[in-house]
Each structure stands twice: as C-alpha cells, then as structure tokens.
C-alpha cells in the first residue's frame, strides 16, 4: 500500500502527460483545453489522495477521464435535442422548429454577402425591412408592417412610439406575467407609458374604457389571453369594439395577439385562435406578435397595422436598438412566403404539420417505432403504445388538450428514473417524462429521423 505522500508523488507531471500518444494524437482540440483538462483532472485526483478516499495512482485512468472530460468540452454546448415531450412549442426547447426552406435561407445569406440594406434595384442604400413588409402586408391584408427582436420589443416599441409619458389604457383582466417572470405591466412601464388599468380581473366593459379616456391618453391596450384563461362570470371588450372607440375618440388601438396565427385552425378540429388577418379587418391601428410560435419562424415580433403608426415607430431610436438581425430575418422571409399558400404552410412548417397531424398517421408512427424498439431491445424493457395528450406550449392555447399516441417504456434491469437521465444525457439528448415507473415518449413531437437515433440509444443504455 501506497501511503498519500506517495500517492502524490506518484502523480504524473504534466509534461509526461502532454506527450503521451493518446494525447498528443488529439487533432484539432485548442492546447488551452487540453491542458487545463490535465490541471483539472490532477487537482482532483490530488484533492481525492488528501480526502483518503482513493486507491493507488492509477496512470490509466487518469489518461481516460482526461480523455473523456475533452470529449466532452469539445462537443457544441448548444445543440440539438430529440423532443419526446409533446409540446410542439416548447420554449424551453427553442420554441419553433424552422422549414427547411428557412433553414435553406439562413445558411444561404450567413455564408456569403448579401443585399440585407442594399437596394440592387437602384444601386443605393435600402432597408433591412422592405425584404418582409410587402410579404406581411399580402399575408395579414395590414397597410404596413415592421419587425423586432420578439413580441415583447415590439409592444414595447409601440407602447413608446404611441404612448410615452401618456396613460395606455388597459384591462385588469390582461395584465399577464408572458413566463419567465416577464410581465406585461413591467414591460408596459419600462416603454415609458403610464399605465392606466380598468376593469377587473374578470370583467372589463366597453364603458370602463371610454370612462377613462381623457386628455392625457395615449393608447387603448388589448392584449390576449394566450398562456391562461379566465372562465365563468367574464367579459372581455371585443377587438372591434375596441376600435370603434378608439376611432371615434381619435386614440390608436394596440393589440398584442401573442401567437402569430396567420390562418384559421379551427378547420382542422382545434379551438378557434384569433388570427391577425381577423384583428387586420376589425381595423386594429396596430397588432403585434411573435414570429416563433405558432407562426413557425425564427424568434422575432413582427408588427403589422396602419402606415402612419408604423412609420412613426421606423423613425423611434429604440428601434435600433431592438432591431432584427440578418439571420433571423432570411429565415422570417421564408417562412413568410410559405403562407402565401396555406397548404404549403401547414405541410412545411414542423410546428403547424405536428399541431394538425392525423391521429392515425400518429398511431403507425408509434406502432413503427414500437416495433424497432422491440427489436433491437427486446428483453430489456416492456413496451406499449398509450392515448395521450400533447400540448400547444409556448405560452399558446393552454386549455387545448391534443388526442396523441406515446410510446410507454418499463425498463426491466433499471429504474424508470435512471432511464430518463441516461437518455436526457445522451449524445443527442432525449427529453422524455415519467409517468408511474414509466418512460413517456409522445409520438407527435418526433421527427422520423429520430426514431434511428431513439432505438440506438436505447439499446447501448439498456
Ligand atoms: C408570448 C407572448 C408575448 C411574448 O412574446 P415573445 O416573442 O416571447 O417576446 C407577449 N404577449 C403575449 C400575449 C404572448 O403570448
């Protein structure tokens, strides 16, 4: 037996360690690393000799946690996961899933130059706008359109072009927190409007708001019920009243819709979500909302509405600050351009093919991936296929329950639990839940080209 002073001075030096083959082959991992890994793994070894909890130096296995540790520094931190959760907008997740056609036109201008403020027509400088407002325009039938960082940039932008220093009238009843402790009236504030509640939790009348009207008001403010809904003894002001009013009392109406829901899905069974072309014809002075969640684009906040309102927030120096970056708006364009057909759109993008996915097309799914599953791993767990419920996300319909099929594994060797966190750690993670001894996997946010990845990965943990 060693005791610890020869223990540690039985520990390689670094030297040693940097010229051993397994090391020096290592091609393309930066020095920086690969040294600080070796100090790292030392120190720990060190640290585990003085706390006597070790047996004698082992060389070998220095070099392979050395090895490993660089492995893994040396993958991507952000990076692709399999979504076995079923909520198809997962913000956690990143929200949308792009078509391929953005993904197309993302790599198409990041990799080269591009006409991003550059007008080839004339040769002279152009906006970094004009190559979506037409598009939106078309789409949502609005005069104008401009388009920020998220939804929440773009509320604050109109409530500080239209309403700074002046009182934006609002509901009691839409004064939401959007999720990570983000709030509406915090945001409200922060835009320099004051903010002017009516109404109460569960009822706002059209007279409160023309009650408080006065001089002094900038805005009336809707904002819709996207994460929660208020149910039994309610009343909300409708989006065409609300303009009726602001028309007659000459004060722009700002509609924040949340989910950018470019076309009526109530056609393919789901609860009716207000659509932007609806808020456009009610005559909204301006509507805002997200370009990543049931519209299916990249993160954004896209503002659609009357031209003289629009062009009053072009010229804000705020929008500057909140503006798009070229990336996100190759891949808004092509989403965009999607819609122009709607077939197109719903088979195209992920978001809107998983949300109005045939429930039998779900259940071969399931039966297909069920069977590789068994397969390739037969007598290590118990495997059924389960009706279930997927979810919206992303703070989008949260009372729409969603008829699925999941897969519900029982490993037979090991713990449900130790199952999740195995393939939670896994090279390309899998996010599962648990449910009563069981792994969850909904069908519904799956790619087909997963399924591969899931019936590997399952056979090398189990
Ligand atoms: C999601 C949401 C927002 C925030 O949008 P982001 O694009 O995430 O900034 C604001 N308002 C409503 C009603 C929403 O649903």
Redesign the pocket.
Known sequence: MQDNNERLKALPKVDIILNDKRIEGLKGVPRLIIIETIRETLDLVRKNILAKDTNAVNYENIIEEILTTIANKSKMHFRRVINGTGTILHTNLGRAVLAKSAVEAVINVASSYSNLEFDIDKGIRGSRYSHVEELICKITGAEAALVVN????A?MLALSTLSKGRAAIVSRGQL?E??GSFR?PEVMELSGAKLYEVGTTNRTHLYDYENAICENTGVILR??Q??YKILGFTEEVTIDKLVNLGNKMNIPVVE????GMLLDISKYGLTYEPTVQNSIISGVHVVTF?G??LLGGP?S?IIAGKKEYIAMMKKNQLTRALRIDKLTLAALEATLRLYLDEETAIKEIPGLNMLTRNISLIKSDAQRLMKNIKNSSKDKLEINIIKDFSQVG???MPLERIDTYALALKPLDIKAEELELKLRNSEVPIITRINKDQIIIDMRTLFPEDYKLIVNTLNQIL
Do not use: L, R
């Not at 998220?150 to 940039?153: F, H, K, L």
């Open positions: 998220n939804n929440a940039a509320i939401v959007i999720g509406i904002v819709h996207s994460n924040d819709i949340g989910s997200s990543d969640k993160q906040g992303g703070g989008s």
